[in-house]
Nanobody, 119 residues
Framework: QVRLVESGGGLVQPGGSLRLSCVAA????????MGWYRQAPGKQRELVAR???????DYADSVKGRFTISRDNAKNMMYLQMNRLEPEDPAVYCCSVALWVKGSLRDYWGQGTQVIVSS
């Protein structure tokens, strides 16, 4: 059973930094991509950053140059380094993985970790 658990959220001042972590368990299938998404109150969930296995790394335009996504395959970990946080960044951040399961692509999600940006 695939399980994703995020950590690292919290309260930070504008301009500050946070590093989110996501640990994955039960990853016995091929990974198509792993990524971070966020959802702010009253808004739709949006892609923040995504690593496609053997392919490019995608970032939302709003976070380019400020956020960096990375993976540690040996530890089944994924990270999101968030620098120069802005008042528009607060949201629940979730990690997600898309796995090839018996020929079909399936998405799995963590519960999320909340990021608050406030002075």
């Amino acid at each position: 059973q695939v399980r994703l658990v995020e950590s690292g959220g919290g309260l930070v001042q504008p301009g500050g930094s946070l590093r989110l972590s996501c640990v994955a368990a039960g990853m016995t299938f091929s990974i198509n991509d792993m990524g971070w998404y966020r959802q702010a109150p009253g808004k739709q969930r949006e892609l923040v950053a995504r690593i496609i296995t053997g392919g490019p790394t995608d970032y939302a335009d709003s976070v380019k140059g400020r956020f960096t996504i990375s993976r540690d395959n040996a530890k089944n970990m994924m990270y999101l380094q968030m620098n120069r946080l802005e008042p528009e960044d607060p949201a629940v951040y979730c990690c997600s993985v898309a796995l090839w399961v018996k020929g079909s692509l399936r998405d799995y999600w963590g519960q999320g970790t909340q990021v608050i940006v406030s002075s």
